[in-house]
Structures are given as structure tokens and as C-alpha cells.
């Protein structure tokens, strides 16, 4: 057994620096590389994309990344855990397998495939049997929107990535899988961690936690003396250097910028906290206030004394469901009065609006330079003030509605208060509205399925 | 003395549905236990009025010197439902951080204050 593992995150949501996963194997040395592909509303993205083309569905990204970066995977024994998958974890599965004989690979590199997490045609069967999949937010029924569901995925652990990573897959690649699981899997499989080894499970998830939102927890994102944090050009995203004991050091490559010390660390704990006695996942619940940070030199802390529970018998699952349209239009009017003249125009387009008689669910003005982000905690905003945004959104049900709205903010700029611009982008989009919809379901309804394929 | 909690406290926020969450981290262990006394579920459903329409939770994480508050019904519905510029309540942290609180004045020495 390996004294430490070393786990590179290297994005932290899909869209993140597209050169960060290819630094994270050049710049050092590393046993894993995790990707964290999925947000809550990327399957439903994904869904739509494979009902108009069976080979998509998946994080596209994925596969010129592995091209560019299997090559020095192979050769340094690299394993890499993403939940790039979405919802054809096979069609990215064969992508990758051709690029691996492209690159001449054949033979060399086996990957994992975890699947199981769609239940999307078992929905009907479920709630017929009374599996109602409450909303864990508002407690309603999921058959009050059964008709606009357009995907429905359970949070897999990382039970099953363990199982591929055992069968000897190097690449394992996943659909709705935690973020966390893609850290601790590896964790498991290389320590030989029991299932209920709560307290070691808790500091694999923990660890999964501080590095799946990238570099903030390296210097990203944070208000610790943030001027004085390095090289964020060049910012380093975060490695986990775990022992077999569950105690873990966060770190990042030699010469690479941001930083990593306790404050920054801390910031990520308790980025997006719940109750933090009971964080849940389907492998554990782990507690934060039994963690314990330690400076271990530069750009390193050292976490340790974490304690767990017992996982629940639950799943979280992640549906999506269409929720009406919405659409935001901006327009900027400058000093003099910037602010004055910004209420001034607001006021006359909603009187164009009620004038039409247009429906809306939800109205919201906000003034970009004055409250859009504190409210009134800002207080009154300066007479003198160079510039304010309007900026107006609407939501419904009703698209033409929308639709219509979209065509009463340019005609401001003529017809409005003046020294006003920024229209440059044409009308607002409509867009369509895909909500989520957390519920709960029994652990005992789900079975992972676990494929190794040869490349 | 009042002081800005900005001169006490660092702070992260972030989203899960309708619900804010701001991560409320002391600079100094010693200033800990004043965020436990001053910064009070009460006092912060005050501070945000006109933005969180729900109930406030406050969990202590002393082993951290932080505070997590969980401020409901804050993000105009959440998510992609929400029409807000801060749909995610990114920027929650800081709104927090305007807060003023009240500091003895062998407390403002002890942590350098003046």
C-alpha cells in the first residue's frame, strides 16, 4: 500500500478552466485526477441533447481532454475518476475507448463504465407503487409536475467506483455520480477502507468537499487578504494528499499561483453548509465540527480528527422539470441622475406592460451599480452615482408573454429618459425555465451497474 | 464600542435551492466567541429584512471559529426559477459583513481594533 495518495481536482464544474485537468498531470507529481463535471441542472441539458442526438447526452469536453492528456496517464499510471458521463455514460465510454486505440493505446488502458443512476423510465412504475418523491424543499408530490419532468437521476456513492476501480479500470467514468464519491473511491480502493469505516469514510468525503470546487480552496474566490494571494493568472488547483488513516493534507503544485492555508481552506468548508453536524452523502454522514486544521508549511494544511456516522438508507435524486419561461432585459443610463433616471424608466415600462395586460408570475427590478447585490443593506444610492444598470426579468408560463416583454426595452432608449445606452445585444432571450426537484428514495431501489471495457 | 463585522470576520456564501447560506469565519480564534454573542439568528434576520423572507438557523462550528447561518426563502425562488442578478446568493457573504456589532473596549485591544 502506498504511503499517500495524491487526488488532483481539476475542474470544478463544467465550463471551468479548460487547461486546468492537463496542468494538474503535467505540473507534478499525482495518483489521481477527479473531474467534477455535473450541476444540478446539467443532466437535464444533457437529456435534451440526446433526445435530438442518440451519441450526446455526455460532457463533450471529456474527450479531446483525454486526448490530449491519456498518453502521460498511461505512462505514469494516472487514474482518473469524472462524472463526465451525464446521461450516455456509454457513448462517452466509447468515445474514449477511440481515442485510446487512436493514440495507439490499444490494449493498455481499461475503463470503467457506472450506470444505474437513470430512473427516468422507472418513474411511473415508482409512483404507482407509492414512492411519491416528495420535493425535500416544499414537501409536494411529484406527481404535480409529472408531466414536465425531463430527467431524473439518483446521486450514485462511490460504491460503484470502487468496484471498477478493483476490476482494474484506470479511467471511470460515471453519470450522476457525487462529487465527493469521485475523491473517495479512490480512497477506498487504495487503503482498503471498510463500508462502515465511518470515521475514514467521513474524511475521504471531507476531502472530496474542500477539492471539488476547484481552485476555491487554493486562493479562488477568496476574501482572506485577497490581494495579496499570488499569481492568480496562473492559480493552482487543489490537490488531496491522503493517509491510510483518514488524515489528509490540501495542497497544490510546486510553483503554480494562489495559495492554500487555513483560512482559504475554511472558506470552502462552509461553501454551500448545511447543518453541519449531518453532512450527507449516500456513503456516510460526515460531521464538519470535528475537523481540525493544522498549518503543515507552505501552501499546505493538514486536516484531521474527522468524524463520521452511519449512511442513511436514503438517495438523494436530482429531477428536472420545466418550470415556464423567463427573460432579463438591461439598459444603462449615465450620470446625471443615473439612478433617478433608471426608476424613472423602470416605472414607465411597467406601465407599458400592465397597459398590454401581460401576465407574469414574477416581476423583479434591480439596479446594477446601486442594490442589485445587497439590497437595501446598501443604502440609498449616491446622487452622483457615474452610471446604473435597469435591469428588468420577468417570469411565466405564458412564452408570448415573455416573448412580448422582450420587445418593450429598446424602444426605451427613444421613447424614455435620456443619456441612456447598452443595447448593443439586441432584444432578450426567452428562455426556458428547467427547474430542480430534490426528493429522497430508498437505497434499496437502486442498483449500480459496473462495466469494465478493454480499450 | 460598534465596530464593523468586517473587521472581525471573513465570510463565504453560497445556495441550495431558495436557501442562502453564509459561512461566517472569525480572523482571530479570540474574536470566536464575540460572533457567538453578537452575531445572534436574531440579529441577522433583522440585518437582512426585505431580503430573507423566511426563518434564519444558526449552527456553531467552534472548532473552526465559524458560524453557518441558513437564511430560507432569500433567492427569489432559487436555482434557474430565480431572477435575481445573485440567484446563487454569491454575494450574501459580504452583505453579512456590513453588519455592526457591539465590542467591549478590552476586546477591541485584545484584537487590535482601534
Known sequence: MKETIRIAAGQGFWGDLPDAPVRQVEGGPIDYLMLDYLAEVTMSIMQKQKARDPNSGYARDFVPLM???????????????????????????????????????????????????????????????????????????????????????????????????????????????????????????????????????????????????????????????????????????????????????????????????IPSV???????????????????????????????????????????????????????????????GTLVYAWPDAYEKAQAADKILRARLDRLGLRFDHVLTEFVGANATHGPLAGEPRADAPEVQLRVGVRGQDRSAIERFTKEIAPLILTGPPAVTGFAGGRPKVEEIVAYWPALIPKSEINPKVEVLDA | MRVQLTKLAHARSGDKGDTANVGLIALRDEGYPILVREVTAERVKQHFRGICHGDIERFELPNLGALNFLLHESLGGGGTLSLMTDAQGKTFSTALLRMQIEVSDDEARKLELN
Open chain 1, 67 to 261: 486526448k490530449r492528456i491519456l498518453p502521460a496517464c498511461v505512462e505514469r499510471g494516472i487514474k482518473v475518476t469524472a462524472n463526465a458521463g451525464g446521461v450516455n455514460v456509454r457513448g462517452c465510454a466509447d468515445a474514449v475507448v477511440a481515442v485510446a486505440r487512436e493514440l495507439g493505446l490499444g490494449g493498455r488502458v481499461r475503463i470503467g463504465i457506472v450506470a444505474g443512476d437513470d430512473i427516468m423510465s422507472r418513474l411511473d412504475e415508482m409512483l404507482s407503487r407509492g414512492i411519491e418523491l416528495r420535493n425535500m424543499d416544499t414537501g409536494e408530490p411529484l406527481s404535480s409536475v409529472r408531466d414536465s419532468i425531463q430527467s431524473a437521476n439518483v446521486y450514485l456513492g462511490a460504491a460503484p467506483l470502487v468496484e471498477a476501480l478493483n476490476q482494474g479500470a484506470q479511467i471511470v467514468i460515471t453519470g450522476r455520480a457525487t462529487d465527493t464519491g469521485l475523491t473517495l473511491a479512490p480512497l477506498i480502493h487504495e487503503f482498503g477502507w471498510a463500508a462502515d469505516d465511518w470515521n475514514r469514510l467521513a474524511a475521504g468525503t471531507i476531502a472530496g468537499h474542500i477539492i471539488e470546487c476547484g481552485a476555491q480552496c487554493s486562493g479562488g474566490n477568496c476574501q482572506y487578504e485577497w490581494r495579496s494571494i499570488p499569481n492568480l493568472a496562473d492559480v493552482g488547483f487543489p490537490i488531496a494528499e491522503a493517509s491510510p488513516d483518514g488524515t489528509f493534507v490540501i495542497t497544490k503544485h510546486e510553483g503554480t499561483g494562489g495559495r492554500v492555508n
Open chain 1, 266 to 328: 475554511k472558506e470552502q468548508l462552509l461553501y454551500e453548509m448545511g447543518d453541519p453536524h449531518e453532512y450527507i452523502t449516500p456513503d456516510c454522514v460526515a460531521d464538519f465540527t470535528t475537523i481540525h486544521l493544522q498549518d503543515d508549511g507552505r501552501d499546505r494544511v493538514r486536516v484531521f480528527g474527522i468524524q463520521g456516522r452511519r449512511a442513511t438508507e436514503f438517495l438523494k435524486v436530482s429531477i428536472s422539470y420545466s418550470a415556464g419561461y423567463k427573460a432579463v
